[in-house]
């Protein structure tokens, strides 16, 4: 009888296989389950070893249901994940003591919490022949007793796309706010979806899809990452992997920065290697900062608040700032001021624009606008820009406007305009960025301001001369020429005498003599021809223009007096 009843108990259990063993299955049958408990144990491996799956610990006691490369030395780098994602608090894990994977055996398999909640179902119904398997591509299969694929993990893709899996009209990649797409013209898309706004930034909503390169005129919606490195979308859109070529392992994944990026591995240190990006300039990423946030590349790509405003969370930008003060009805006009941000605009959502209009009517448009809370005045032709939403907030040195912040008449602001940056991890900076609004750019690209060029080479003749007439007088003054000497050299009152380069060179002490002094400091000759060689060198087609690397360096090393030496050539 007590033989009977130990029976009766321990078959209910035998009815689930339990992976809880050293070796990892390659096949999953109904009725296997595995346990949050061994969450340090490999569930499923594909056949060559690339890809594993299972429990993956997000943190202490958190858990998802996940796959990744096995080859990976570094973190699990995780290609799919089942459990819900939120765009605020990301995945949902389960409890390390207590959850299950499990094969039905109507065919469903399925991811259950400590409390048997269900968290997470594949909804197949594909009988007690059901088998589960995970495919040297990545792709994890549920089989029926046909051998006939009823779902795949290929089919709902999270934030990365492996070889041979095709993101379609059906399917997105979504990291945070950001998402990749396809639209509803057949064009592939970024698009922020935050909180308060939804903005396309990728590609340029400033230009239709053909100036982008894009073709509307498909009916596919699809996108593939090959073997050899190649993503090529039925748009037109490609990215071509820097070290293209077969035998390398690839993904392209959206980061949470908003852009994305194609990477290759490392086979000898097990890293993987940026090969490939949608995005160069990382301040166009729509929400990167945040509302009310700024991107700035005047010293690297980081993020700032404004004046009198202050982060919201420490540890995420993507959260944006807030006012460091308060407003209320009864408050007049007069109660405001405005703080300069020089080259600075918060990108789209105008409240209003106004061209040619001077720079008192547009500070008393939004001082007047009670949901004015900045505008962008853009000198030369006169554009004003008022604002009452700020996103997408930009600092880049050439931009040929400032932004304005309406603060309070006793703010902490009004002593120290610009407040503290913060480094911000997203990837290398961009060579450039399109800032203001929409309207503020022509959108043909051969279109080029010729006052700037002619004010360039007006500036340059100028240094020249000063050149010349600096190292005539160091000449005379330094090498104290005799009385006998100095006869042959009054021949330059009479005939113009040209110096050669090296001999200005050695004249002035390679240049490092003074050529004037002002409000802007010492300014000597190879400084400022590094300046005008970066001001026509931003003249040139797209292909041909510095880096903001090169850039930034150029002037971070003209600023420096006692290390100077201008090492950058356009």
């Not at 010293?299 to 540890?315: H, K």
């Not at 939403?389 to 406007?401: A, D, E, I, K, W």
């Not at 997203?426 to 060579?431: F, L």
Request: hydrophobic letters at 30%; glycine letters at 8%; aromatic letters at 12%.
């Amino acid at each position: 009888m007590a033989a009977l009843l130990y029976l009766v108990v321990l078959l209910p259990l035998l009815s689930f296989k339990i992976c809880s063993g050293t070796s990892p299955w390659q096949t999953m049958t109904t009725g296997s389950r595995i346990r949050g408990e061994d969450h340090d144990k490999v569930f499923l491996i594909s056949p060559d070893s690339t890809f594993s799956c299972g429990f993956h610990e997000l943190g202490t006691n958190a858990l998802t249901f996940s796959i990744w490369y096995t080859t990976s030395t570094t973190d699990r780098t995780v290609v799919w994940t089942a459990n819900p994602y939120s765009a605020e608090s990301g995945y949902s894990p389960v409890n390390k003591y207590g959850s299950r994977i499990s094969l039905n055996h109507d065919g469903n398999l399925i991811l259950t919490d400590t409390n048997g909640s269900t968290v997470w179902e594949s909804r197949t119904s594909s009988g007690k022949h059901t088998t589960v398997a995970l495919l040297n591509s990545g792709n994890l299969v549920i089989n029926d007793s046909s051998n006939n694929i009823v779902w795949q993990s290929f089919h709902s893709p999270t934030d990365t796309l492996l070889p041979g899996q095709n993101l379609t009209k059906d399917t997105r990649l979504v990291s945070g706010y950001h998402h990749l797409y396809f639209d509803n013209d057949n064009v592939l898309r970024m698009l922020y979806d935050g909180p308060e706004i939804t903005s396309i930034y990728w590609p340029s909503p400033d230009y239709n899809a053909e100036k982008n390169g894009r073709n509307r005129f498909n009916s596919t919606r699809i996108a593939v990452l090959d073997d050899m490195g190649n993503f090529v979308s039925s748009d037109g859109f490609k990215i071509e992997a820097s070290d293209s070529g077969p035998g390398i392992k690839r993904m392209i994944t959206i980061d949470y920065d908003g852009n994305f990026r194609m990477y290759s591995l490392n086979a000898s240190t097990g890293k993987w290697n940026v090969t490939g990006q949608a995005v160069i300039q990382m301040c166009y990423v729509h929400g990167l900062c945040g509302k009310n946030g700024l991107c700035d590349y005047s010293s690297g790509l980081q993020c700032r608040c404004p004046p009198d405003y202050e982060m919201v969370n420490p540890t995420n930008w993507n959260k944006g700032c807030r006012p460091m003060f308060s407003t209320d009805k009864k408050q007049s006009p007069e109660d405001f001021t405005f703080v300069k941000q020089p080259h600075a605009d918060y990108y789209g959502f105008d409240l209003s624009s106004n061209k040619s209009i001077s720079f008192e009517a547009c500070w008393n448009i939004c001082l007047n606008t009670k949901t004015c809370l900045s505008f962008t005045y853009k000198g030369g032709d006169g554009w004003c820009y008022t604002k009452d939403l700020l996103y997408n907030g930009q600092v880049y040195m050439y931009f040929p406007g400032d932004n304005y912040m309406k603060v309070p008449k006793n703010s902490n602001s009004l002593i120290s305009a610009i407040s503290k940056k913060e480094s911000l991890t997203c990837g290398p900076p961009g060579s450039e960025v399109m800032l203001g609004s929409a309207s503020m750019y022509g959108t043909k690209k051969d279109n080029i301001n010729w006052t700037y060029f002619y004010v360039f080479a007006a500036i340059l003749g100028a240094l020249e001369l000063l050149v010349i007439v600096t190292g005539w007088y160091l000449f005379f003054e330094k090498h104290n020429i005799p009385k006998s000497m100095e006869d042959g050299y009054k021949m330059i009152t009479n005939q113009f005498r040209r110096f050669t380069y090296r001999e200005l060179r050695e004249a002035t002490g390679k240049f490092k003599e003074e050529l004037g002094r002002g409000g802007a400091g010492i300014v000597y000759r190879e400084q400022a021809i590094a300046m005008v060689k970066i001001a026509f060198s931003c003249l040139e087609e797209r292909g041909k223009r510095p880096t903001m690397d090169e850039i930034v360096k150029v002037l971070m090393s003209c600023d420096d007096e006692d290390d100077y030496h201008p090492a950058y050539s356009y």
